[in-house]
């Protein structure tokens, strides 16, 4: 680029130059030379002087003119108000004010001041009439007054607000001269539109020479050879450092493929530990399913990177892996890569939200995702939005400690918060608010109170399963077989939950008489019979009752 700006002009210094870049390697003695011969370039307070001059920026003629013209224009309104005496108006507008008032106070009658004229209805429309006149000539009169100051201040600060600079020639003698005229203001007003009128076209005539003549001064001086100088005098620095430029290129290229293959090992072995955890909770979430998670690592550089990990089906990785997955799998493996990056130690997060988990997933992942969430929750909060009632009904069934509120849209999109209940409790409280109402009749609630009461105690006896069995580590649809066979039956719910065997049902009602009391077997046989309508007794007793057995049996 160098030499191309050098080759069109037309000065010895520049073909020269242009000589010493054209070999393979520059000859910067040459160069250095030729930098070095003398350039008239003036002094450094001539050349600022010049670019001052060359920038002067004055207000704008048309604004002036527009301001002497609004000032003459002004100054002629209010010189119309003083003639028409102005402060007489003002004088009887309060006369005439003071005369309404008296009207207000007395009422008609003859005029205090003269006593011949007459003050009632038709002289007070006058006088109304007559005020508002003189008080908007007042008003006028004062608006005008008050255009003319502020007009002229401004006037006087715009010509203030110009400076120039010092400096020798005639041009520029020539405009401090004028604009020493210009500053001379008058103090009247009208003199001061006429003033202005007259003397700024001079000033900006005057500054029109003066800028021409520094933009031509710097035209002459700022030559293509010295632009093209200063470029060339950068370059030759630059150019000197190339050798060692070049040798330090070739380490830093060695040192950053170093550095690539180090971070990348490092990156890895901090990935290691995620990738053991996200196999952790694979291992817990996949249940029957066949495919495997591998190790993971980190592929790709800059804003192109991706972690990928191996995922296998019956052991075989042909890359097919993910395409045969079930939504509930992928949802599965989404949890598991996700979850050990959001529960780092360094991460200064101590919670993890998680949205809807248990979309697609069967039964046993959700068991299995509710024992991963447990143990995440023994280190950080855990926060799980869904809309799936299974996730929730797995934390009561595993006993997993935990908090459960439900959201409520009513109308309007009202929204409101309360406990999750469990089951047990929810139909418990049911019952209570049926037993105590008095807008039932008794021959309903009867058999209504006695429904809920025997739901509340299967579904205890069913808690009560699925925490005895899952404890022994039996497979859950063997659980959900024995539930099935037990149905709506009470009584086999009881014998699954108190013997663990659904065939001793005969049993029920003597276990429960001689491990807690007869009242309470007395409420058994209501839960059976009352739905029926073959039980009458005290409702609210009922429901206190069944709500101990299902204390006790928790």
């Not at 050879?225 to 150019?239: G, H, K, P």
């Not at 979430?285 to 495997?292: A, D, I, M, Y």
């Amino acid at each position: 680029m160098l030499r191309v700006a050098l080759d069109p002009i037309d000065d010895d210094r520049a073909r020269r130059a242009a000589h010493a870049l054209a070999s393979a390697s520059p000859e910067h003695d040459l160069i250095d030379a030729v930098l070095a011969e003398p350039v008239d370039a003036g002094t450094d307070e001539t050349l600022t002087l010049h670019h001052r001059l060359a920038d002067l920026s004055l207000p704008e003629p048309a604004a002036i003119a527009r301001l002497a013209e609004g000032l003459a224009a002004a100054v002629e309104e209010s010189r119309g108000y003083e003639e028409r005496q102005a402060k007489a108006s003002v004088r009887t507008a309060e006369l005439l004010r003071l005369a309404v008032d008296h009207h207000e106070e007395t009422g008609d009658g003859p005029c205090p001041v003269c006593h011949t004229g007459t003050l009632d209805g038709a002289w007070r429309q006058e006088a109304d009439q007559a005020f508002r006149e003189l008080r908007e000539l007042s008003l006028s009169a004062s608006r005008a007054s008050s255009q003319v100051t502020e007009l002229a201040r401004r006037a006087r600060q715009m010509i203030a607000e110009i400076e120039l600079p010092q400096g020798e020639g005639v041009a520029l003698a020539q405009l401090h001269d004028a604009l020493a005229d210009l500053l001379a203001v008058p103090g009247a007003p009208g003199e001061l539109a006429a003033h202005l009128a007259a003397r700024y076209p001079l000033v900006t005539h005057a500054a029109e020479l003066v800028c021409d003549e520094s933009r031509a001064y710097l035209r002459e001086r700022d030559t293509v050879w010295q632009t093209v100088a200063v470029e060339l005098r950068s370059w030759s620095v630059d150019a000197r450092r190339v050798p060692t430029l070049k040798a330090e290129q070739a380490r830093l290229k060695a040192a950053r493929q170093w550095l690539r293959n180090a971070a990348e090992d490092i990156r890895n072995a901090r990935l290691a530990p995620f990738a053991a955890h996200s196999q952790g909770i694979w291992s817990q979430l996949r249940q029957e399913s066949n495919v495997e998670l591998g190790t993971m690592t980190l592929q790709g550089a800059n804003t192109r990177r991706k972690v990928e990990f191996e995922v296998s089906v019956d052991g075989v990785d042909n890359g097919t892996a993910l395409g045969v997955m079930s939504q509930g799998e992928l949802q599965a493996l989404g949890l598991a890569t996700f979850l050990p990056r959001s529960c780092t130690a360094e991460s200064p997060f101590r919670f993890v939200v998680v949205d809807d988990p248990v979309q697609s997933m069967d039964p046993s992942k959700v068991d299995a995702l509710a024992k991963v969430l447990a143990d995440l929750a023994d280190e950080r909060q855990v926060v799980v939005f869904t809309h799936d009632s299974r996730l929730p009904d797995a934390v009561r069934r595993l006993e997993i400690d935990a908090q459960i509120l439900e959201v409520v849209r009513a109308e309007r999109s009202v929204v409101t918060i309360r406990p999750g209940l469990d089951p047990v409790t929810r139909y418990l409280d049911d019952a209570g608010a049926v037993a105590l109402s008095r807008d039932i009749p008794e021959e309903v609630r009867a058999p209504v109170v006695a429904e809920l009461c025997r739901s509340a105690l299967e579904a205890a006896c069913h808690r009560v399963v699925w925490r005895v069995r899952t404890a022994k580590g039996e497979c859950r649809l063997d659980i959900e077989t024995d539930l099935q066979k037990a149905g709506k039956n009470i009584t086999l719910a009881f014998a699954l939950a108190l013997f663990d065997d659904v065939n001793r049902g005969g049993d029920v009602l003597s276990r429960i008489n001689s491990a807690y009391g007869r009242r309470a077997g007395d409420a058994y046989q209501a839960c059976r019979r009352g739905v029926h309508g073959q039980w009458h007794g005290d409702l609210p007793d009922l429901v206190r009752q069944v709500r101990q057995i299902a204390e006790v049996l928790k």
